[in-house]
């Protein structure tokens, strides 16, 4: 079974600081995507990351896939309060089904 | 319609019911998906339609979960015999063409059996 592994699983910090989130499998996938969701709603899609060393920016978020296509991060510069989220990556499986991550909170204090 | 429309988007029951969960996604997706959200947890998936079919129903928890999908659209995901730990936010999403495409989720349906 491939499993994706999130890193931390909880981040609370002040705004205008920066955090790195990571997602990690010993699989490699085709591709992988970040979602952010917010409370009483549905994960929305951040990036799809397909190339083994891809970065993407949007904005103040970096995503970046590991060479290998194992692994992958987000990295947030100056975050912000509207940043507070449940942060998830994805990738699909062998069995050609989307998986998920088991999410990093972040909470970003005024 | 615009957006993926799920009902209902409360549902409390009791032990022992059975529950229907509704799920209407974007009009010409072909790809619909149903997961499980425990509080503040990632995404368990339960079950991926292309069309009508369930290329892999691996995800089903037990035999007393099952779901449909008719006419390319709506799809109802069913729980017989509830237990507690059947209790988790049930998000349905749908995508254009498969797997690996962007998903869009609905707001999702609370369940709590009480």
């Known amino acids: 079974t491939q499993l994706l592994e999130q890193s931390p699983q909880f981040l609370s910090i002040q705004e205008g600081e920066n955090l790195t989130v990571y997602c990690n499998s010993s699989?490699?996938?085709?591709?992988l995507q970040w979602y952010r969701q917010e409370p009483g709603e549905g994960p929305v899609l951040l990036v799809t990351?397909?190339?083994?060393?891809e970065v993407k920016k949007l904005k103040r978020l970096t995503f970046q896939f590991g060479d290998a296509r194992k692994d992958s991060s987000l990295h947030i510069t100056a975050a912000q309060p509207g940043d507070t989220g449940l942060y998830l990556c994805a990738g699909v499986d062998s069995s050609y089904k989307l998986i998920f991550g088991s999410g990093t909170r972040l909470l970003v204090r005024p | 319609g615009a957006g993926v429309s799920q009902s209902p988007s409360n549902k409390v029951t009791e032990k022992g019911k059975d529950v229907e969960l509704r799920c209407d996604p974007i009009s010409g997706h072909t790809a619909l998906y149903w997961y499980r959200q425990s509080l503040g947890q990632g995404l368990e998936f339960l079950i991926y339609f292309q069309g009508n079919s369930a290329p892999d129903k691996s995800g089903l928890p037990s035999d007393r979960f099952s779901a449909e999908r008719t006419g390319g659209s709506v799809s109802t995901l069913t729980i017989q015999r509830t237990q507690q730990e059947d209790s988790a936010v049930y998000l349905c999403?749908?995508?254009?063409?498969?797997?690996?495409?962007?998903?869009?989720f609905g707001s999702g349906t609370q369940l709590s059996v009480l």
């Open positions: 999403a749908s995508s254009l063409a498969g797997p690996g495409e962007k998903l869009f």
């Open positions: 990351v397909v190339t083994g060393g």
């Open positions: 699989s490699v996938f085709s591709s």
